[in-house]
């Protein structure tokens, strides 16, 4: 399975981005698609999750900004973020994990990279 995440650029604090997971094969079949990030120097931590049921859990630090999706019908996953913070700068990954089936296992997308600066 192949990920493949855009959407990262240059916003200012406060501003909006939309960032989106692209799979190869059908999210249907995931059991869980995740985001992480990763800051330079820094383990990579979690982000967000959506499970093949819809059901959602964020990172305390981006609840209630940041927003988790997904369209089955375009095998993509999406992150909206919301009054972004400089401490948000860092490369976005998105994962996919499938605990059965044609495509078990767990895989990373490339990174986008998203900078919140003035």
């Known amino acids: 399975v192949q990920l493949q995440a855009s959407g990262g650029g240059l916003v200012q604090p406060g501003g909006s981005l939309r960032l989106s997971c692209a799979a190869s094969?059908?999210?249907?079949?995931?059991?869980?698609m995740r985001w992480f990030r990763q800051v330079s120097g820094k383990q990579r931590e979690f982000v967000a999750q959506?499970?093949?049921?819809?059901?959602?859990n964020y990172a305390e630090s981006v609840k209630g900004r940041f927003t988790i999706s997904r369209d089955n019908a375009k095998n993509t996953v999406y992150l909206q973020m919301n009054t972004l913070k400089p401490e948000d700068t860092a490369v976005y990954y998105c994962y996919a994990e499938a605990y059965g089936g044609t495509w078990r296992g767990n895989y990373w997308g490339q990174g986008t990279l998203v900078t919140v600066s003035s």
């Open positions: 094969e059908s999210i249907s079949s995931m059991n869980f």
């Open positions: 959506i499970s093949n049921l819809g059901s959602k």
